[in-house]
């Protein structure tokens, strides 16, 4: 399985960015999808994941501000992330899991300044 994230970039403090993480290969067998996040010197920590039953999961940190979601079609997931605090500044990284590993997408930095 290959993950393949997009969407990061700058944005100000209270605005908005989607993520974006498709994957390819063998993924037929994915049930976990989910992102995950790393600053400098942090460890890294799960954001919100959801499964292929929809059942979700949030960090406390990001519940009401940022949206999981997934399209089991074109084999994507994504994260909304909206009223965006500097504390978000951060590596983003996708990950999906099958009965038999986890994959980790290469990350995709989201900067949260004015």
């Known amino acids: 399985v290959q993950l393949q994230a997009s969407g990061g970039g700058l944005v100000q403090p209270g605005g908005s960015l989607r993520l974006s993480c498709a994957a390819s290969g063998s993924t037929g067998s994915i049930n976990y999808m989910g992102w995950s996040r790393q600053a400098p010197g942090n460890q890294r920590e799960l954001v919100a994941s959801?499964?292929?039953?929809?059942?979700?999961n949030y960090a406390d940190s990001v519940s009401g501000r940022f949206t999981i979601s997934r399209d089991n079609a074109k084999k994507t997931v994504y994260l909304q992330m909206n009223s965006l605090k500097p504390e978000d500044t951060s590596v983003y990284y996708c990950s999906v899991r099958t009965p038999y590993r986890e994959y980790w997408g290469q990350g995709t930095q989201v900067t949260v300044s004015s």
């Open positions: 959801i499964l292929k039953s929809g059942l979700i």
